[in-house]
Each structure stands twice: as structure tokens, then as C-alpha cells.
């Protein structure tokens, strides 16, 4: 079957710390993958994506490459601030299948 | 243009009484998704629904149901709530493309049930 395995979390980071938080992944075909993030009573946001092998996706700061031999797709952050406190899930979608295989979330504590 | 809304955001209800969520999508998604999120389990998929009808399905008894109407919008149901259920309960559009390279879902902030 597809899954998604992420760190267990909570990550506790001080401000301006380098940040990763790694995913790997298990797929019957060729994935796309993302990174979502979720804030404090909301509900998820796309962070960043990327859909073929050796893709880097960014936004924000945030960065991951996907990496189909060793079939991961780590999130990093060169310094993390305080408002990136929050809970991130590594996430697959397989052609034909329109729905999104979410890894169990990693959550995320800066402090200043 | 406006988000995906999800009504109500929080409810409670007791044992053994039903439930129903709504989920206005973006305009012009065709796709929309319910995925329950709770602490222990993480994000489940429930169910995904294309031009009105079931395309997918996942591991949830037949208590949880849904539906979308002509504009895309969605209601799930959950019938004879168990404690079990309270769950924030997260719906998701898309253009529901399945054989796009990404199809990115865009998320509400959820409906917050609890059941006691």
C-alpha cells in the first residue's frame, strides 16, 4: 500500500536554528509529493510540492527535495522563527487515485 | 476568490444522535474530500466526491456517509455518534484532475466535533 512515515515530533527549535524534519514514503507508482502545514486552529495549507524526482520545492523559507532513491522528501529551514510554530504533514498522491496519503504530522515549537 | 467553508465550526452532540457537516468548495472544484483528524489516528481519509458522485472511499463504517449537490457542494453524516467520533473533521477541494502531476487540495478550517 502507500504511506507516508514522518519524525515523531514535538521538534523544539530556538529561534534562528536550523530546522529539518524528515519524511519517507512507500508508493505502488510515481508520487507527487507535499509538505502541508497546519497552524493552531486552522485547517491545513499547502507549503510546498513537488511532482518528479530530484524537484525542489519552496516557499517561505521552507525547502524540500524529492528524492526517489531513497524515497524521501525532507522539509528544511535554514532559521525558524517563532510564527513557525506548527504542526507539518508530509503527504503522496498517485495518478488515478485523487486523494492525498498524509504522513501523522510532525509538530513544530520555536521559541524566541 | 474565496476559500473552502466549512459549517458549523464547532458542535457537540451526545451518543447516539447524528451529525451534519457542510462544506462550500472553491469555485469551480468539482472535487471535494473529507478527512478526519484526531490525535492518535491523524488525518483519515473519509471520502471523495466527483460531480456528485462517490469516487473514493476510505476504511470508515457505513455510518459515515456524504453527499455533493449540483454546485459541488458537500455534506457528510455521521449516524448513532459514538465517543469515538469527536474528531475535527477537515474538508478539501481541487479540480479533482486524477491524472494531473499534483492535485493540490486546498483545505477548510475544519468542523471541531465532540461527542459526549
Known amino acids: 500500500g502507500n504511506s507516508v512515515t514522518q519524525m515523531e515530533g514535538p521538534v523544539t527549535l530556538s529561534e534562528e536554528a536550523f530546522l529539518t524534519i524528515n519524511c519517507t514514503y512507500t508508493a505502488t507508482g510515481y508520487p507527487s509529493l507535499f509538505w502541508y502545514v497546519q497552524y493552531p486552529g486552522e485547517g491545513l495549507q499547502l507549503l510546498l510540492k513537488?511532482?518528479?524526482?530530484?524537484d525542489k520545492g519552496s516557499n517561505k523559507g521552507f525547502e524540500a527535495t524529492y528524492r526517489k532513491e531513497t524515497t524521501s522528501f525532507h522539509l528544511e529551514k535554514g532559521s525558524v522563527q517563532v510564527s513557525d510554530s506548527a504542526v507539518y504533514f508530509c503527504?503522496?498522491?498517485?495518478?488515478?487515485?485523487?486523494?492525498?496519503?498524509f504522513g501523522k504530522g510532525t509538530m513544530l515549537l520555536v521559541s524566541p | 476568490k474565496a476559500g473552502v467553508t466549512q459549517t458549523p465550526r464547532y458542535l457537540i452532540k451526545t451518543r447516539g444522535q447524528q451529525v451534519t457537516l457542510s462544506c462550500s468548495p472553491i469555485s469551480g472544484h468539482r472535487s471535494v474530500s473529507w478527512y478526519q483528524q484526531t490525535p492518535g489516528q491523524g488525518l483519515q481519509f473519509l471520502f471523495e466526491?466527483?460531480?456528485?458522485?462517490?469516487?473514493n472511499k476510505g476504511n470508515f463504517p457505513g455510518r459515515f456517509s456524504g453527499r455533493q449537490f449540483s454546485n459541488s457542494r458537500s455534506e457528510m453524516n455521521v449516524s448513532t455518534l459514538e465517543l469515538g467520533d469527536s474528531a475535527l473533521y477537515l474538508c478539501?477541494?481541487?479540480?479533482?484532475?486524477?491524472?494531473?502531476?499534483?492535485?493540490?487540495?486546498?483545505f477548510g478550517a475544519g468542523s471541531r466535533l465532540t461527542v459526549l
Open positions: 503527504a503522496l498522491f498517485l495518478k488515478g487515485y485523487s486523494t492525498l496519503t
Open positions: 478539501a477541494s481541487s479540480l479533482g484532475h486524477r491524472d494531473a502531476g499534483a492535485n493540490v487540495l486546498t
Open positions: 513537488a511532482t518528479k524526482a530530484d
Open positions: 466526491y466527483f460531480s456528485e458522485t462517490q469516487r
